[in-house]
Structure formats: C-alpha cells, structure tokens
C-alpha cells in the first residue's frame, strides 16, 4: 500500500546538537508538509511544499530548516536542538488538486506515524 | 487569515449518549473543512470533509457558513469513538490550500 514513512520514531538528543528528520512517501504526490504537535496546542505547520523547487515557511519556521530532495523526500532539520522543540513531528502529503492524485477542490492530507523528539 | 477554533480541549460523555464536537472558523473567502481524528497509538487520519456531505462511522457535520460552524455529531457515542478529533480548514487557490488545524478536542467515552 502506498504509504508515508517517518526515521526516526522516537529521538533523544541534548541541546545544541544537530537533528535530522526524515520522511518518505509512496503516495506519488506532489505536496508535503510537517508539523509539530503539542499537548494543547493542537498541529503547527511548520514547513510546506508544493513541489521540489517550492518551499514556504509555515506558522513555526524558526530553529527549524528543511530540504525536499526529491519529490518523495521531505526531511526536517533542527540545526541546533532546544528543549522547547521537544514534540511529537508529524509530516503529510496531499495531492495537487485538479491533478489524477486529487479532487478538484479536495485537499486530504495523508499522515505519517510520527517521530517523537525529547531534547535534553 | 485562517482560523479554527475548537472551544472545548477535553469532552466527556457516557456510552450511547450524543455528542457534538464544536468548530468555528474564521476566512474571507469559501473554505473547506475537514475532521480529522487520531485515535491512542495511531497516525492522525481524515475522518469526514465537508464537500462529501457523508456519515462516517456514524458521525455526521454541516458546514454552516452564516454561524462560520462545522460541528462533528454523533446520536449514541461508542467507546471506541475516544481519540482526538481536529477540526481544520483548507482555502482555495495558491499557498491557501495548505492546512489549518484548531487545537484539538479529546473526545472520552466512558462505559
């Protein structure tokens, strides 16, 4: 089944360190997108793409940089790790609407498990 | 800007009883909105869109564009209905299709 896939699930680390997340999808679609999520605090976009060479800042870009490597690759980046970025990182896809993958109006977004960050 | 709210964090209810989870929106323009739900240990999953107009696993909303509403309903709860239920927004046209999600509604069914 076409599916999206997240390494690590689960990353302890200590402050000033470098981290790296990753994520794959099988979906064949074009968009992805990560989030953080936060007890109370519901998702937050943090990074958006619409295709390879598209890349927006979402409501919490700060600490955090990205790169899509290729279409099925949309890795997230803490340069230089804090405590308060501790959470639960989630990244989706979603199809372009209009195109064979997607709803002219329809925008449903497929979740990965995961990857739970503790910085010490 | 867009903006969902959902003014409960917590909502609990007995078996068989009904429940109404609340969302209010704020956009200019003609949104889409969307309930998703993501049940203990599981990734976050589409429950039901407004532009479908269907009932999933009993859980109806109506997008109610004069009171800017889209409310999750359900006549008899179940237990297996407990999880978190996100109520989020999509615009139309360029970057507005990304995603808006309010903060999340914890949804328990007690036996």
Redo the contacts between chains.
Sequence with gaps: DADVTQTPRNRITKTGKRIMLECSQTKGHD?M?W?RQDP??????IY?S?DVKDI?K?EISDGYSVSRQAQAKFSLSLESAIPNQTALY?C?T?AT?GTSGGLS?????F????TRLTVL | AQRVT?PE?LLSVFKGAPVELKCNYSYSGSP?L?WYVQYSRQ????LL?H?SRESIKGFTADLNKGETSFHLKKPFAQEEDSAMY?CAL?G?GG?N????????TLLTVNP
Excluded: V
């Excluded at chain 1, 109006?105 to 977004?109: A, D, I, M, V």
């Excluded at chain 2, 990734?43 to 589409?46: A, D, E, F, I, V």
């Design positions: 968009r997108y989030y109370g605090l519901g998702l937050q976009l958006y619409f927006n979402g989630f989706a979603s609407p109006s329809y925008n449903e977004q979740f990965g498990p995961g | 959902q964090k889409e969307f990734r976050l999953q589409l869109r532009i996100y999509s139309s970057s299709y990304k995603l808006t999600f309010g903060k999340g």
